[in-house]
């Protein structure tokens, strides 16, 4: 076992502890009940959406869990502490699968509004693929942005990887073009590629990407095209909202959720991946290049249920991973 495996648990552990506390603290009071009845499902309901688990995930959980307390016959509150946690972590799982683009020859366009660190969560997969042996390339297709380039080619710098760019406000499709035309001729293994994360118009936006799209299909089509979207995690519903936007411009293959350390609003990594149907693949807990991982489900939800849900010890969770 891996003293980083254990490092980012701790800090994981740490970053969520004011969503834990929250949710711990209005706990002590729900199980605290003598029976399981309406009252017991409401306060249950209530402390999830303060944790910004959100409302239809809240209900999922909620449906869930009285089923399996009926199937059971569970007459006492204690008994369901167990459930609720593996309850959410079921719904969290995400395939092997999901992770297959790294193993291939892929273009990873990372999306996302200005502010939730798309250029760094860049910059840290360019320096963890770097590092694992990859051929990485980087291009700079967030033109409209000031001083955009500029952080991209610190990154790109700090990352020891080449970065493709045009003049600040030059067409960002003539970017992917020449990053896609280098991507081939230097036997790239992933290019990752910044876009503009402009939402005050869609039909630009989606436009845009979709003609990004068709340029990498025409000149690339034996690479894999993966679309991350990027979230501040601190912003709970409005991450969520972020993501319904952009997935009803372009298809999201996957999420990237940044900011978590110190959020109260750690339940909305549950939220977003119930609601939309798509799958949490990596988290960032903070500013160091390690400080980006591949979202393990059973890490998370045991690092925001960690005083409450008293069996299960630091080591089980990391042996699962």
């Known amino acids: 076992m891996s003293e980083e495996k254990k490092g980012f648990f701790k800090k994981l552990k740490e970053g969520l502890s004011k969503t834990r506390n929250n949710i711990v603290n209005s706990f002590s009071s729900v199980f605290g009940a003598s029976h399981i009845d309406d009252d017991f499902y409401e306060e249950l309901e209530e402390t999830f959406i303060m944790a910004d688990m959100g409302y239809e995930t809240t209900e999922k959980v909620i449906e869930n869990l009285k089923a399996r307390v009926k199937e059971a016959k569970i007459k006492e509150p204690a008994?369901?502490?167990?459930?609720?946690?593996?309850?959410?972590?079921?719904?969290?799982?995400?395939?092997?699968?999901?992770?297959?683009?790294?193993?291939?020859?892929?273009?990873?366009?990372?999306?996302?509004?200005?502010?939730?660190?798309?250029?760094?969560?860049?910059?840290?997969?360019?320096?963890?693929?770097?590092?694992?042996?990859?051929?990485?390339?980087?291009?700079?297709?967030?033109?409209?942005?000031?001083?955009?380039?500029?952080?991209?080619?610190?990154?790109?710098?700090?990352?020891?990887?080449?970065?493709?760019?045009?003049?600040?406000?030059?067409?960002?499709?003539?970017?992917?073009?020449?990053?896609?035309?280098a991507a081939k001729a230097r036997n790239t293994d992933i290019l990752l590629i910044d876009t503009a994360g402009r939402l005050h118009n869609k039909k630009n936006l989606m436009d845009e990407l979709a003609k990004m799209r068709r340029?990498?299909?025409?000149?690339?089509?034996?690479?894999?095209?993966?679309?991350?979207?990027?979230?501040?995690?601190?912003?709970?519903?409005?991450?969520?909202?972020?993501?319904?936007q952009f997935s009803n411009v372009t298809e999201i293959d996957g999420i990237v959720i940044t900011k978590l350390d110190g959020t109260a609003k750690g339940?909305?990594?549950?939220?977003?991946?119930?609601?939309?149907?798509?799958?949490?693949?990596?988290?960032?807990?903070?500013?160091?290049?390690?400080?980006?991982?591949?979202?393990?489900?059973?890490?998370?939800?045991?690092?925001?249920?960690?005083?409450?849900?008293?069996?299960?010890?630091?080591?089980?969770?990391?042996?699962?991973?």
């Open 215 to 244: 340029i990498i299909s025409r000149d690339y089509p034996e690479a894999n095209v993966e679309a991350l979207i990027v979230l501040d995690g601190t912003t709970g519903q409005n991450a969520l909202e972020q993501a319904r």
């Open 79 to 181: 008994a369901c502490k167990e459930l609720i946690v593996n309850i959410i972590r079921d719904q969290m799982m995400v395939d092997e699968s999901a992770y297959d683009f790294e193993q291939q020859t892929s273009v990873v366009l990372v999306i996302g509004v200005n502010g939730v660190g798309k250029t760094t969560t860049i910059g840290k997969m360019a320096a963890q693929y770097k590092k694992a042996g990859k051929k990485v390339l980087i291009a700079a297709a967030d033109t409209f942005r000031a001083a955009a380039i500029d952080q991209l080619k610190t990154w790109a710098d700090r990352a020891q990887v080449d970065l493709i760019s045009h003049k600040e406000g030059a067409d960002p499709s003539a970017v992917v073009y020449d990053a896609v035309s």
């Open 267 to 321: 339940g909305i990594a549950i939220a977003i991946q119930a609601e939309l149907n798509v799958p949490v693949k990596f988290i960032g807990i903070g500013e160091k290049i390690d400080d980006l991982q591949r979202f393990n489900p059973s890490a998370y939800v045991d690092a925001l249920f960690a005083d409450f849900d008293e069996d299960r010890s630091e080591l089980d969770i990391l042996i699962e991973e």
